[in-house]
């Protein structure tokens, strides 16, 4: 067996229309299904992978409750990482449009410019790139 190709990126959250409608009116995705449990997104009609919203009790009716938790704040682990033009550019239209970011742009040693935001469910996004000099 060879894995092909990266499909999307599933995240389970509580409301998925509020999630659809965060990714849609404040990042920009391009919103391609919306259902009661889920929704299907992409970043630009170009091929490349989407970000998939599952619901969190529609996903404990498909794999076993218990690895789901559905009711349980989990403990954040993982995130979306994205390069753009400008993170401090980014920074400062996204915060106009009401995303909630963890703290301003700041610089990494290898000079990278990075900014965290979070979701509505609390799912973590980075922005970043490298300044061109």
């Known amino acids: 067996m060879t894995l092909d190709h990266l499909n999307a990126y599933a995240l389970t959250v509580r ?3 509020a999630c659809a409608e965060f990714y849609r009116d404040k990042l920009g995705l391009k919103l391609m299904e ?3 449990g889920f929704a299907y997104l992409k970043f630009s009609d170009k091929p490349g ?3 998939a ?3 969190a009790e529609g996903l404990a009716r498909e794999i076993p409750a218990e690895r789901v938790r559905p ?3 989990l403990l954040q682990r993982n995130y979306f990482a994205v390069f753009l033009e400008d993170a401090d550019r980014a920074y400062e239209e996204l915060r106009a449009k009401g995303v909630r970011f963890l703290q301003p742009p700041s610089t990494r040693p290898n000079g990278q ?3 965290f935001f ?3 469910e609390g799912n973590l996004w980075e922005i970043s790139h490298f300044p061109k000099e």
């Open 49 to 51: 992978p989407g970000v």
């Open 15 to 17: 409301d998925v229309k």
């Open 53 to 55: 919203l599952v619901s």
């Open 71 to 73: 009711r349980e704040r």
């Open 113 to 115: 410019r990075f900014a």
């Open 34 to 36: 919306l259902s009661d």
């Open 118 to 120: 979070e979701d509505p």
